[in-house]
């Protein structure tokens, strides 16, 4: 067992399914997180399973534990299953054309003489949390694990879209990576933001996430990043930007990642929504990850309850925590502040004096006032789980 | 003398640049180029008629524990997927072997272990009645025209007002659509949709939307 925090929970749901794969001829027995089946792949470390062809590849809790997640723990999710698994940075060229001036053909070199950005931005997939859904919805079966932290560098994508020169009458900016479909019909990966959203001061094409090179599995060699925004615009391996002049809206735009035309986002629990609108920004999320669920504590000694939030481009301003089931909370210290796209950490002391069962609950603010529900918000696609988690633990 | 090394060394030289050129030409510099192998990881779906089928046609566009990491789900949940992926990603898989699929994923994933319906009406007598235009409706149309709405094109639902502002006004304005779509829609032949099943269908839309 790789994490000491690997609760008596977590081992009686391995123990289940270790008996259940060997029973059908499965796996060996350490190869499980979370009750989950782990998988090690190119560059990465043994992360959760969901898919191989294409790779959905999932985080496990405890390396949310540290204020930065390695390159190799981040999670990994491609649509299409033609993905990237050789590339050759003499040959590679991002294209940069459209409504512009100037066709440009930028290699690794040339993206690398622009101005240096560097930040830490959560990057958290639009799906993540799917599988809390209830009713259940179908996807990828993600629970906390499809996000991490971590610090990108690049080139400002504005900087780059003003030496094609972007012409008057752009509406927006189309993003295409170097994945694709196995069969003809099946619609290319290509996502797009407005012109105004593009050309905003943060958006960047990363070189190195966390210092180093991208992982291939995480859009080696260079990927857009949109802090504050869900992942699905963070267009992986990117291959060519075009500016277009009228509103695109091919699949993976339109009908594919859409939210509820409303501020919640949300329809009745099995409903089917009126108006829907892209999904954008991340809403507020919290999340306990020390001690983790199911976890035996004692009596009388002090626990540190560590957790992580964040939010969609504005800094968090309080974590309230409550070790009663939500009947009364009280404040949390926060870590350091890594700025506004980053998650900070938060710490709560709490000696627990009684023996017994305890829900702990977590619920993050941000500086303009958004917050968690007590109660899931459901959409039909399983996007934007927010809920304020709650664990449980047993005090003996 | 020193003709004869000056040659040499020239021919020494020509012979690396060419190397070199050849190098280029290939563009292989292993300083620049990353890779990686990807694993192939099996699955294993459970047992039952229309495994192998199942197994067959998803894994042309993707591995199975696309369907192993799945709640269980309903069987219109599975039949929407399904027509998902024939009509959004171009499975080409035809209305028996999407049966046949429908069936085993209901059965074998889905929330109860009966075969679905469709089992039952693949042994039916081909003369019987056979499914209900509502049932036909929910197998072929539901997934873009989920209660006769449109994912797609939110402006041509199958409300009857809606119809008739594109002048459909009988089940042939209807059967002609299915046999010759617009753009955004897939087109429903005689194979996929007999006439038969096609009138039910277009009965079906004019009397409930």
Known sequence: MKDINFSRRDFLRTAGAVGLAAAFGGFPSDIFAEGRRLYKFPEKTDLILLTSRPPQLETPLHYFKELITPNEALFVRWHLADIPAYVDLNKWRLKIGGNADKVLELSMDDLKKFEKVTYTAVIQCSGNGRSFFEPRVPGGQWQNGAMGNVTWSGARLKDILNQAGIRAGSVDVVFDGLDSGPLPKVPDFLKSLPVDKAVGEDIIIAYEMNGGPLTMLNGFPARLVVPGWFATYWVKALREITVVTKKYEEFWMKPAYRIPDNPCACVPPGSKPGRTVPITRMNTRSLIIGPSNGANLKANVPVDIMGIAFSGGYSIKDVIVSVDGGKSWGESRCGKDMGKYSWIQWFYTWKPEKKGKYILMARATNSIGESQPFESLWNPSGYMWNKIESIEVNVV | ?209
């Open chain 2, 1 to 209: 003398m020193k003709v004869l090394i000056a040659l040499t060394a020239a021919i020494f030289i020509s012979v690396i640049s060419m190397q070199l050129n050849a190098a280029s030409i290939e563009g292989v510099d292993e300083s620049t180029v990353k890779s990686i192998d990807l694993p192939a990881i099996e699955v294993d779906l459970k047992e039952g008629a229309g495994k192998d089928k199942t197994a067959a046609f998803c894994n042309i566009c993707h591995s199975t524990d696309y369907i192993t990491m799945q709640p269980r789900f309903p069987a219109d949940t599975w039949s929407a997927i399904v027509h998902k992926m024939i009509v959004v990603f171009g499975a080409p898989v035809n209305e028996d072997d999407s049966r046949a699929i429908i069936n085993y994923l209901s059965s074998h994933y889905g929330t109860s272990e009966r075969p679905a319906s469709s089992e039952m009406q693949m042994k039916q007598n081909p003369d019987g009645p056979g499914p209900t235009g509502e049932e036909l409706f929910k197998r072929n149309c539901a997934v873009c025209h989920p209660g006769g709405g449109n994912t797609i094109n939110p402006d041509k639902t199958l409300n009857m007002d809606h119809l008739k502002t594109h002048g459909i006004k009988k089940a042939e304005d209807i059967i002609r659509i299915m046999r010759n779509p617009g753009p955004g829609m897939r087109t429903f032949d005689e194979y996929a949709v007999p006439d038969k099943d096609a009138k039910k269908i277009a009965e079906y839309i004019l009397k409930t939307f």
